[in-house]
């Protein structure tokens, strides 16, 4: 798998990846995980079993001693992208950032955490429209995080205001109205929150077991928690296991109905339009934008003629979007409502607003997404028969072990 390394996260993960170390065993540096200097470790197996605060906090959810595999867990040969950036899992970081994703304590009031917007039984989505912060409901609807890794776009945000995912991490925490440590209005900024977290004893540990010592900094609060991100994965569906048995993705899949082979091959092929941008044959393109096998968003994209806003008027800057698998669960049931605004709740509305583009009052709308010759809209003219097979389609990109693996499910919860 690609992915493109900076000089600061490749130190950065060096730093975490030093897991197997007891506090005293470090050297130099560890006061500073981005000092240019190289961090020196006497890299034994020495035991990490003596920590009374995680056994009292998390009892046998979080077993230091014998971790689930985040570093190592199985993909496809035929998956390509991977926006890792430099900072390469590891169990005891992804460990870390499972802590701090669920963990309320991160919020001002202690009612929210990441989890309370990124929930495991819906894809790491919200069924809410728009999710409740301390301070109100945000803005957009929250984005599934179901294989952010693997991704040629590398920002975050539906409007792709963090360069990184360790950036937009602590976006949410620093948030008025998300999770309040925004330095606003009377609220604590997040040199508040670190002096928080350095009073809860499991924190020591943890940041001690990662990194070597104690000490918390937003930089190491982001690696760990992008890293606990980027483990979550599904490729557990239907449509991986035909994709493992054919050449590519044009073959027939064994395993598919002939139904949601049509559909494939209607995802996958581009459409042909006549000057007044009306198909007349071919497919529907969906693949243009969400390249398979991984489904992500390509990083070129502009914003997809979804322009409605939760707040009111018109919302034009949103151009990524996330992966399309597991748009659906296992029970057929969607997980969160589609589109920044999550109001379209069923596949049958998505096709529907792509079968007919109206740009004309769009300037930022996808050029793909336009019609004929000097024409700004578009129109598909897709048929029950179609919407039928592409649906179908849909439905094979959702897993399974994904919505109830404990290794990413809440460690606080008795």
């Not at 917007?117 to 995080?145: E, K």
Request: with cysteine.
């Amino acid at each position: 798998m690609k992915g493109k390394g900076t000089w600061k996260w490749a130190l950065m993960a060096a730093v975490i990846g030093f897991t197997s170390c007891t506090p005293e065993e470090v050297i130099t540096d560890a006061d500073d995980p981005t000092d240019s200097d190289p961090v020196e470790v006497d890299d034994n197996n020495g035991s990490t079993t003596d920590y009374p605060a995680i056994e009292a906090t998390f009892g046998g959810r979080i077993d230091i001693d014998n971790l689930p595999n985040y570093a190592n867990q199985d993909v496809p040969n035929y998956i390509n992208e991977d926006n890792t950036d430099g900072n390469d899992i590891t169990d005891l970081g992804a460990t870390l950032g499972r802590a701090l994703f669920y963990d309320k304590n991160l919020s001002t009031d202690g009612t929210v955490a990441c989890a309370s917007c990124h929930q495991q039984a819906y894809a790491f989505s919200d069924p809410l429209q728009a999710s409740l912060g301390v301070n109100g409901s945000t803005g957009r609807h929250s984005m599934r995080l179901i294989n952010a890794r693997f991704a040629e776009e590398e920002r975050f945000f539906w409007d792709e205001r963090a360069p990184d995912l360790e950036f937009q991490t602590t976006q949410p925490i620093q948030d008025h109205v998300e999770m309040g440590y925004s330095g606003q209005d009377g609220n604590p900024d997040f040199d508040g929150l670190i002096e928080v977290m350095e009073g809860l004893d499991y924190y020591n540990e943890l940041f001690t077991l990662v990194y070597g010592e104690p000490t918390i900094t937003e930089e190491r609060v982001q690696l760990a928690l992008a890293q606990f991100v980027r483990s979550i994965q599904s490729f557990d569906s239907r449509y991986d296991e035909g994709r493992a048995r054919v050449r590519n993705e044009n073959d027939q899949f064994p395993n598919f109905t002939d139904q949601e082979n049509q559909g494939k091959g209607l995802f996958m092929a581009p459409p042909q339009l006549n000057d007044a941008g009306v198909r007349i044959g071919g497919g529907l393109g969906c693949s243009g934008c969400h390249g398979a096998p991984e489904f992500d968003i390509d990083d070129n994209s502009r914003n997809n003629g979804f322009i409605s806003s939760l707040g009111g008027g018109t919302d034009t800057e949103v151009t990524r979007s996330p992966s399309l698998r597991d748009l659906i669960n296992p029970g057929g049931e969607i997980n969160g409502g589609m589109m920044h605004t999550g109001e379209l709740t069923t596949l049958e509305a998505v096709i529907a607003h792509y079968n007919a583009i109206d740009g004309t009052d769009n300037n930022n709308l996808d050029n793909r997404l336009r019609g004929g010759r000097g024409n700004n809209s578009r129109l598909l003219n897709v048929t029950a028969e179609e919407e039928a097979a592409i649906v179908a389609f849909m439905k094979t990109l959702t897993g399974s072990d994904v919505y109830t693996n404990e290794k990413w499910s809440d460690p606080f919860e008795n």
